[in-house]
């Protein structure tokens, strides 16, 4: 990435920041949106969540206006049963107290300004320096000093609370972890065994050109449609041998990648998301009327999940987009650079790069003297799929007959399915065939098995360590407030056909300073069905119709914040997919990502809110349009030197 471009982006990101240090939220929108937040988590230290409470209110502004009703909800939810804890919730300062008479059980600082600079102070450093480790460790303890008080206590919540009691101690933390190691390792033994050589010998049958090898991997993105994770490890890893020989860039192959994981697991109805996404609304839904004023009802969740695709106007052209630079043979900006290197040069990583997995996995060979066999790279692969979504049913289905439920739907085997377990037992399955087939084929012995294995592994120590401290960072975010934060900033009224925009804008802003789309969700999407109902239903909009479009946009700006941002931990798999540098991967999509984004808002909820939702296939139309032009009046074709296009 040029200086120029570099200094123009830190700059950008930098501006925003002190616009938001500057923009206060008032005292009262802090405590409605984060108070509610703080006594739960206030709970969950003292492991109360299921103890019978009730908790006096003993501030006047936690009874007061919006903040009153806010706290009166999360009070309705609390345990019922006996013996009864009587308990004390008030203000003292920036705190949110919790007291047994006189007694101090817990408190929670509100979030301030203060929470911003560390997620902000990653990303800058991180574009400034185009240093990734570097950025995100200072960021982190930055965070860490703040939320512990000093720099003594602050390394010690980094270490003992952020890395060993979180990163490494989360159960699900540790499953992806060991699903990207187990599988990055199956992927080794398929290239040394033949496997990885055959299968690009196969697939070439179909993709004979660098244009045909991306619509390949774009389709395969599309296929793999039940889980993000699985998808960006998936294509990222056995299209990039193929790609290389076609000169395609890593940073464009990190690009499909990246953009064919959350944008189709979160639009598909099929996916390990949709539980979540709906789970974050659902329970909002009894408080509302459908269009025929009967209320809904919490199992109408999925229907309103469906009501709201054609508005996902981001993850629809971002998979479009995608697609036209493929054909069209269009690529602008840092993209242009990246591509024109790979294709006139033959280098798919720039010079000086830090790919994400060491050379020892990416330029592995097939052993000498071995032949290419396309059933030792596609038979591990096929196992990696077919054990995950046999784990994803069958998790799903002991959750539910756990919990005693003997009427369901697909909807709700993966809102009870274990993840995290599924993708992790089908890089097992992989990586066991990866052994297990070249050694019955006498291809390999079981020393080269173990050595290969072993390089493997240790090749990716570098995205293991940026991964953590992406998830470091989110604790950090977690910890400060930065999300509530945010939202406390923008919860002044304003009318009801901008409330999409804005909550699309706000969505993306949180998951970009947060690197966690599902975070953003979890923060937003339960506020939002009544305020976006109520403000639809006073204004004449229509309260289903706006609450449909609100939820929409809140779940594409999640997604194309996590999209984007360098300590997201989707985007650090796509690179370690794609064995992309990291932060070549996040400057050669920013552009691409924020240019659909600027379609989603101008194209897609501007028009469908002050117009009506009924036109949404013409603003896809013209959306689409707008992209396609713009790609042949300001891309350029990468495979024709600079001369032959002045």
Same mark, same amino acid.
């Given at each position: 990435?040029?200086?120029?471009?570099?200094?123009?982006?830190?700059?950008?990101? @930098?501006?925003?920041?002190?616009?938001?240090?500057?923009?206060?939220?008032?005292?009262?929108?802090?405590?409605?949106?984060? @108070?509610?937040?703080?006594?739960?988590?206030?709970?969950?230290?003292?492991?109360?969540?299921?103890?019978?409470?009730?908790?006096?209110?003993?501030?006047?502004?936690?009874?007061?206006?919006?903040? @009153?009703?806010?706290?009166?909800?999360?009070?309705?939810?609390?345990?019922?049963?006996?013996? %009864?804890?009587?308990?004390?919730?008030?203000?003292?300062?920036?705190?949110?107290?919790?007291?047994?008479?006189?007694?101090?059980?817990?408190?929670?600082?509100?979030?301030?300004?203060?929470?911003?600079?560390?997620?902000?102070?990653?990303?800058?450093?991180?574009?400034?320096?185009?240093?990734?480790?570097?950025?995100?460790?200072?960021?982190?303890?930055?965070?860490?000093?703040?939320?512990?008080?000093?720099?003594?206590?602050?390394?010690?919540?980094?270490?003992?609370?952020?890395?060993?009691?979180? !990163?490494?101690?989360?159960?699900?933390?540790?499953?992806?972890?060991?699903?990207? /190691?187990?599988?990055?390792? =199956?992927?080794?033994?398929?290239?040394?065994?033949?496997?990885?050589?055959?299968?690009?010998?196969?697939?070439?049958?179909?993709?004979?050109?660098?244009?045909?090898?991306?619509?390949?991997?774009? %389709?395969?993105?599309?296929?793999?449609?039940?889980?993000?994770?699985?998808?960006?490890?998936?294509?990222?890893?056995?299209?990039?041998?193929?790609?290389?020989?076609?000169?395609?860039?890593?940073? $464009?192959?990190?690009?499909?990648?990246?953009?064919?994981?959350?944008?189709?697991?979160?639009?598909?109805?099929?996916?390990?998301?949709? !539980?979540?996404?709906?789970?974050?609304?659902?329970?909002?839904?009894?408080?509302?009327? !459908?269009?025929?004023?009967?209320?809904?009802?919490?199992?109408?969740?999925?229907?309103?999940?469906?009501?709201?695709?054609?508005?996902?106007?981001?993850?629809?052209?971002?998979?479009?987009?995608?697609?036209?630079?493929?054909?069209? $043979?269009?690529?602008?900006?840092?993209?242009?650079?990246?591509?024109?290197?790979?294709?006139?040069?033959?280098?798919?990583?720039?010079?000086?790069?830090?790919?994400?997995?060491?050379?020892?996995?990416?330029?592995?060979?097939?052993?000498?003297?071995?032949?290419?066999?396309?059933?030792?790279?596609?038979?591990?692969?096929?196992?990696?799929? =077919?054990?995950?979504?046999?784990?994803?049913?069958?998790? @799903?289905?002991?959750?539910?007959?756990?919990?005693?439920?003997?009427?369901?739907?697909?909807?709700?085997?993966?809102?009870?399915?274990?993840?995290?377990?599924?993708?992790?037992?089908?890089?097992?399955?992989?990586?066991?065939?990866?052994?297990?087939?070249?050694?019955?084929?006498?291809?390999?012995?079981?020393?080269?098995?173990?050595?290969?294995?072993?390089?493997?592994?240790?090749?990716?120590?570098?995205? %293991?360590?940026?991964?953590?401290?992406?998830?470091?960072?989110?604790?950090?975010?977690?910890?400060?407030?930065?999300?509530?934060?945010?939202?406390?900033?923008?919860?002044?009224?304003?009318?009801?056909?901008?409330?999409?925009?804005?909550?699309?804008?706000?969505?993306?802003?949180?998951?970009?300073?947060?690197?966690?789309?599902?975070?953003?969700?979890?923060?937003?999407?339960?506020?939002?069905?009544?305020?976006?109902?109520?403000?639809?239903?006073?204004?004449?909009?229509?309260?289903?119709?706006? &609450?449909?479009?609100?939820?929409?946009?809140?779940?594409?700006?999640?997604?194309?914040?996590?999209?984007?941002?360098?300590?997201?931990?989707?985007?650090?798999?796509?690179?370690?997919?794609?064995?992309?540098?990291?932060?070549?991967?996040?400057?050669?999509?920013?552009?691409?990502?924020?240019?659909? &984004?600027?379609?989603?808002?101008?194209?897609?909820?501007?028009? /469908?809110? +002050?117009?009506?939702?009924?036109?949404?296939?013409?603003?896809?139309?013209?959306?689409?349009?707008?992209?396609?032009? +713009?790609?042949?009046?300001?891309?350029?074709?990468?495979?024709?030197?600079?001369?032959?296009?002045?």
């Amino acid at each position: 990435m040029s200086t120029r471009l570099r200094i123009i982006m830190a700059a950008i990101l @930098g501006g925003l920041l002190v616009f938001l240090l500057f923009a206060h939220p008032d005292r009262e929108a802090i405590l409605e949106v984060q @108070g509610p937040h703080l006594l739960g988590k206030i709970l969950k230290d003292l492991q109360w969540e299921k103890t019978p409470l009730q908790i006096r209110l003993g501030s006047e502004e936690l009874r007061q206006g919006k903040t @009153g009703e806010a706290f009166a909800k999360a009070l309705e939810d609390l345990p019922e049963g006996s013996p %009864v804890k009587k308990l004390e919730l008030r203000t003292e300062g920036n705190l949110l107290v919790l007291r047994e008479g006189d007694r101090l059980l817990g408190s929670k600082a509100l979030a301030d300004s203060w929470s911003l600079l560390p997620p902000f102070l990653a990303i800058l450093l991180a574009i400034s320096l185009g240093k990734t480790i570097p950025a995100l460790l200072l960021g982190v303890l930055f965070g860490a000093f703040l939320v512990g008080g000093g720099p003594w206590a602050g390394i010690r919540v980094f270490a003992g609370d952020y890395v060993y009691g979180r !990163a490494l101690g989360e159960e699900f933390k540790l499953q992806i972890l060991g699903f990207i /190691v187990l599988l990055s390792t =199956a992927v080794g033994l398929m290239t040394k065994a033949g496997g990885i050589e055959g299968l690009v010998l196969l697939v070439r049958r179909f993709a004979r050109t660098a244009r045909s090898s991306q619509i390949v991997a774009w %389709v395969m993105g599309l296929l793999v449609f039940f889980d993000d994770y699985a998808n960006t490890i998936v294509v990222g890893s056995t299209m990039r041998p193929l790609l290389d020989r076609m000169k395609v860039s890593r940073e $464009k192959l990190a690009y499909i990648v990246d953009s064919t994981a959350a944008p189709v697991a979160g639009l598909s109805a099929l996916s390990t998301w949709v !539980a979540y996404e709906i789970s974050q609304f659902s329970s909002r839904l009894p408080e509302v009327t !459908a269009p025929n004023g009967q209320p809904y009802t919490q199992e109408m969740g999925f229907s309103v999940f469906l009501q709201t695709l054609p508005f996902r106007f981001y993850c629809i052209f971002t998979l479009f987009f995608v697609v036209a630079t493929v054909l069209f $043979k269009r690529e602008f900006g840092p993209m242009l650079r990246a591509e024109r290197r790979a294709r006139l040069s033959g280098l798919v990583l720039r010079k000086g790069a830090r790919p994400m997995i060491s050379t020892a996995l990416t330029e592995a060979k097939m052993k000498e003297g071995a032949q290419p066999h396309w059933e030792l790279g596609l038979f591990p692969v096929l196992a990696l799929l =077919a054990v995950t979504i046999w784990q994803i049913i069958s998790t @799903g289905l002991a959750g539910l007959q756990a919990d005693g439920i003997s009427s369901y739907g697909i909807s709700d085997i993966l809102g009870k399915s274990d993840s995290s377990w599924a993708i992790l037992m089908g890089a097992t399955s992989a990586v066991a065939l990866a052994a297990l087939l070249p050694l019955l084929r006498g291809t390999l012995d079981l020393a080269e098995v173990l050595v290969t294995g072993i390089r493997s592994m240790r090749a990716l120590w570098f995205a %293991v360590v940026i991964l953590i401290l992406a998830w470091c960072i989110g604790f950090v975010c977690d910890d400060l407030g930065t999300a509530h934060y945010l939202v406390a900033m923008a919860s002044d009224g304003f009318p009801a056909p901008l409330l999409p925009s804005i909550l699309f804008l706000l969505g993306c802003l949180i998951a970009f300073a947060t690197g966690s789309s599902w975070s953003t969700m979890a923060i937003l999407l339960p506020n939002v069905v009544l305020l976006a109902h109520n403000l639809g239903s006073n204004s004449g909009f229509g309260g289903p119709a706006l &609450m449909v479009l609100s939820i929409g946009a809140v779940l594409e700006g999640s997604i194309f914040g996590d999209h984007c941002s360098p300590i997201s931990d989707t985007t650090v798999l796509s690179s370690v997919a794609s064995a992309s540098d990291h932060m070549d991967h996040v400057q050669t999509q920013i552009p691409y990502a924020s240019l659909t &984004m600027l379609a989603s808002l101008v194209f897609g909820y501007l028009p /469908v809110a +002050f117009l009506s939702p009924k036109l949404w296939p013409l603003c896809l139309l013209v959306g689409a349009a707008f992209l396609t032009f +713009f790609l042949f009046f300001v891309g350029k074709n990468p495979e024709l030197p600079v001369e032959a296009e002045s």
